[in-house]
């Protein structure tokens, strides 16, 4: 069955830089969801998207954005990284926010 | 605001112990419940769920019992194997909003042959 796709699997910039993380979610899901995880932490909620509009935010810094796109991807806009954002982002999907979310492997992002 | 508290970790057990991970919540309502296992290098799997109380969850012989009257989760296996350990998480689905999952910190499990 077809899993959400996440790119890159890994990524290293540096302190300042952008970066820019893409999540694929299951085909037919209308939801996108991002998540951050610490080295040794529990996945933090950063921003959801339903059928494309912008549907809950957490703690997500103001140098990040995010958009769903017309077939469903959804981009992940880093921008003025920090140290402390190194971490694993996850982005999962689900049929309507009813449902249960399936999770991508990941993004593990390293800021030197 | 809703939370979700697990035993800490890290645990570790022999092969073929039976396998009690505790995980509470505090939500408005009555959310869904969920537990997600994570190997290591990889992402998060759903393990199973509940979406409502006295429901049992299970999976590759793992259960959960949703108890509404002690707002308990906890995840029991009557005997574990080597390819359990990993880390797991408890998680709790907000009704309201976009519904989003609220994760336990999280018990890394190690079993020993």
């Known amino acids: 069955a077809a899993g959400v796709i996440q790119s890159p699997r890994h990524l290293i910039k540096e302190k300042r830089e952008t970066a820019t993380l893409k999540c694929y979610p299951i085909p037919r899901h209308d939801t996108v969801y991002w998540y951050q995880q610490g080295p040794g932490q529990d996945p933090q909620f950063l921003i959801s998207f339903y059928e494309k509009m912008q549907s809950d935010k957490g703690s997500i810094p103001d140098r990040f954005s995010a958009q769903q796109f017309s077939d469903y991807h959804s981009e992940l806009n880093m921008s003025s990284l920090e140290l402390g954002d190194s971490a694993l982002y996850f982005c999962?999907?689900?049929?309507?926010?009813?449902?249960?979310?399936?999770f991508g492997p990941g993004t593990r992002l390293t800021v030197t | 605001g809703n939370s979700v508290t697990q035993m800490e970790g890290p645990v570790t057990l022999s092969e073929e112990a039976f396998l009690t991970i505790n995980c509470t919540y505090t939500a408005t309502g009555y959310p869904s419940l969920f537990w997600y296992v994570q190997y290591p290098g990889e992402g998060l799997q759903l393990l199973l769920k509940a979406t409502k109380a006295d429901d049992k969850g299970s999976n590759k012989g793992f259960e959960a019992t949703y108890r509404k009257e002690t707002t308990s989760f906890h995840l029991e296996k009557g005997s574990v194997q080597v390819s359990d350990s990993a880390v797991y998480f408890c998680a709790l689905r907000e009704i309201q909003g976009a519904q989003k999952l609220v994760f336990g910190q999280g018990t890394r499990l190690t079993i020993n042959p």
């Open positions: 999962a999907s689900s049929l309507s926010r009813r449902y249960e979310q399936y």
